[in-house]
Nanobody, 115 residues
Framework: QVQLVESGGGLVQPGGSLRLSCVAS????????MAWYRQAPGEERDMVAT???????MYVDDVKGRFTISRENAKNTLYLQMNNLKPEDTAVYHC?????????WGEGTHVTVSS
């Protein structure tokens, strides 16, 4: 059974930082492209960042220079370091594991950026 469990969300003031984590089980983590998606209230889910099995990263323009995606294969864990957070970053953040046509989603962790 595949499980992706996110943590690290919360309430933070504008300009603050958070680090999200996602622990995966039930998959060969090393082989998967991993991603973070987010869904703001009333909006569709959008890709935030991806990291391949070879550690190649990609970011949506809105977060470039502020967010860093990384992975620790020995711990089956994906991270998203988020700095200089803005109110428009408020969303539920989901961890996604991708391998060919297989996609697995976590339940998400809430991030609220507000003063």
């Amino acid at each position: 059974q595949v499980q992706l469990v996110e943590s690290g969300g919360g309430l933070v003031q504008p300009g603050g930082s958070l680090r999200l984590s996602c622990v995966a089980s039930g998959i060969s983590f090393n082989d998967y492209t991993m991603a973070w998606y987010r869904q703001a209230p009333g909006e569709e889910r959008d890709m935030v960042a991806t990291i391949t099995s070879g550690d190649k990263t990609m970011y949506v323009d809105d977060v470039k220079g502020r967010f860093t995606i990384s992975r620790e294969n020995a711990k089956n864990t994906l991270y998203l370091q988020m700095n200089n957070l803005k109110p428009e970053d408020t969303a539920v953040y989901h961890c996604v594991a991708k391998f060919y046509d297989m996609n697995y989603w976590g339940e998400g962790t809430h991030v609220t950026v507000s003063s």
